[in-house]
């Protein structure tokens, strides 16, 4: 295999049974044979609704929570393999801090905790308050008042603090304003020129479609896709969309009966627009348009999006395995 598809992240058949109720004891699956792998460098978007099996996952990677079944290795080793730890970063799905400690000791002290000298340390924690964007007074500042959003920066921080060659954030965007998204966006992609490997967690899909090499799409503990973004969204049935002008609303009747073979017809104030799954029914559906005294001014592809494929997989509850 060559370096360049280096898999650092392998799970194999992970699953996970909680145990729920209290006086008549089930449990329940929150994650059922998952399988994947994440290459050297990508940046790997982890998707799907709530209670999909996401955290459940980073917190079996991260051993928080042990599987009920399967495996994962991380770089090559066993989760349990403690030199490889040192080499990875997390960040939870809701950080919590100590928080009488200001965000520039927090990770002064987690640096201190992987055996960085107090210099370096310092220096480390200067570098990433800058990459996170907290400035100086917010850095000096309890984190019992940061907002929402500085709290989700000191988390990215701390997770990069000792260099990681992979970093798992478990919905790195959430809590953030739209310019607090875009520059974590940002932080991804600058992590991926250092030939990082991001593997993130999120229901966010355009933060995902915009940035990510591939995703996988989990629902209800299982995966049902995963591939490059133009893959997942590729896969559907060709259509596309026909945008027509010059009719009046009074052709809509005749307009569905000149085009039995469209789809989704639509009105708009001066015209209609349709969806048509094969190609060669373009000319028939222009000269159909105009016989109607309108025009065809384009014809599209429509891609599926990830928002799409995500509403299929919806609705998702964790599957009640009886016991
Ligand atoms: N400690 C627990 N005990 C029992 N059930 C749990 C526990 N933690 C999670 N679950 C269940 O497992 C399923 C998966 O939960 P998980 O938190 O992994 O989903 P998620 O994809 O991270 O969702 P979200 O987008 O809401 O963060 C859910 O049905 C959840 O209710
Ligand atoms: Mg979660």
Redesign the pocket.
């Known amino acids: 295999m060559s370096k360049h598809h280096e898999v650092v992240l392998h799970i194999e058949n992970l699953s996970k049974d ?1 145990q ?1 109720g209290f006086l008549k004891k089930r449990t ?1 699956r ?1 994650l059922d044979h998952l399988s994947l792998d994440v290459r050297r460098g990508e940046i790997f978007g982890f998707l ?10 980073l917190k079996i990677l991260m051993r928080l929570i042990f599987p009920t079944a399967g495996q994962a290795c991380i770089l090559g080793k066993a989760l349990d393999d403690s030199a490889m730890r040192t080499r990875i970063g997390y960040l939870p ?1 809701n950080p919590y801090f100590y928080d009488y400690l200001s965000g520039r000791e927090l990770l002064e002290y987690s640096a201190a905790l992987f055996g960085i000298p107090k210099a370096a340390a310092h220096q480390r924690a200067a570098e990433l308050l800058q990459l996170v964007g907290l400035d100086e007074e917010r850095a000096n500042r309890q984190m019992r008042k940061y907002s929402k959003g500085m709290l989700q920066r000191i988390g990215i921080a701390q997770a990069l603090v000792n260099d990681p060659e992979i970093v798992f954030m478990d ?1 790195p965007m959430s809590g953030l304003d739209p310019i607090g998204r875009r520059e974590v966006r940002d932080l991804m992609l600058a992590l991926r020129e250092q030939r990082k490997t991001v593997f993130f ?1 999120s ?1 966010i899909l355009s933060d995902v479609e915009a940035m990510c090499d591939r995703a996988a799409i ?1 629902s209800a ?1 299982k995966l049902l896709r995963c591939g490059t973004v133009q893959e997942l969204t590729g896969e559907e049935d060709a259509a596309f969309e026909v945008i027509a002008v010059g009719l009046n609303p009074e052709t809509f009747a005749a307009l569905s009966k000149a085009l039995p073979y469209a789809a989704a017809i639509h009105l708009t104030p001066n015209g209609a627009h349709f969806i048509l799954h094969d190609e060669s029914r373009f000319a028939d559906a222009i000269k159909a348009v105009q016989n109607l005294g309108g025009k065809v001014i384009s014809i599209n592809p429509k891609r599926a999006s990830l928002e799409d494929l995500f509403a299929a997989a919806a609705p998702s ?2 599957v009640e395995a009886s016991a």
């Open positions: 909680y729920v329940a929150a799907g609704p709530n209670g999909a099996g996401k955290t459940t996952t799905e919905e967690s229901h989990l503990g509850s964790a």
